[in-house]
Each structure stands twice: as C-alpha cells, then as structure tokens.
C-alpha cells in the first residue's frame, strides 16, 4: 500500500512540476503515473551505475554532476514515454530540481519520508 501511496504522490508531483515549467508536459494522470514508475526504475537501476562511472568527473565538479546526471535521467524517460516530453537539457534539469523539492514536501507530509 505504501508503494501505491508513493506513486500516486509522485505521479502528482510530476503533473504539478510539468504544469509550472512551459518546457515539460505530461497530457495526462495516467501518464504521469507511467513517469513517475519508470523515473523511479531508472533511479534505482540505472543511476548507481552512472554515478560509479562518473565517480572521478562528480569529485571535479564538487558533486555538481550528479545534477547532470538526473537530467539525463528525465531526457531518457522523455525517449521512452509518448506523452511526456521535455523540450531540452535545460528543462530537464530544472525539471529534475522542482520535482525533487515537491516531491520531498509530498514526502514529509504524507510521513512517508525514508527512515
């Protein structure tokens, strides 16, 4: 049940991001809920492997990669999904950042926060 409620939450954190940037869209809930399940798969099996590849390049930058790294995150859900879209690099990145403080308000309100 938690998953569901984290999903549900997360569905609407991407709805609620894309409609306050103009370079992101999702047409619909159900969509969302797609995006929300695949950005979660990604994060947990592909994101690892990034970030221990990107290792010596995220010390150089001071960590600042790993935002980069999210970004390409988003544009390859992007690739995946019909229905989503992000028009470039940039709204990624921004997109990245808002939905991770919305999603981590959602979070703490709900008291599904991680322990």
Do not use: C
Request: hydrophobic content about 65%.
């Amino acid at each position: 049940m938690k998953l569901l409620i984290r999903l549900v939450l997360y569905a609407l954190a991407v709805l609620i991001t894309a409609h306050l940037l103009p370079g992101v869209s999702v047409e619909s809930f159900l969509i969302a809920v797609i995006v929300a399940g695949v950005l979660t798969l990604l994060n947990v099996l592909l994101k690892p492997l990034l970030v221990i590849l990107t290792i010596p390049i995220t010390v150089v930058t001071l960590g600042l990669f790993l935002l980069v790294i999210n970004a390409l995150i988003i544009m390859l859900t992007d690739w995946l999904i019909g229905g989503f879209d992000v028009t470039n690099f940039w709204w990624a990145l921004l997109f990245s950042l808002i939905l991770s403080l919305i999603n981590g308000i959602f979070m703490k309100l709900s008291g599904e926060e991680k322990q």
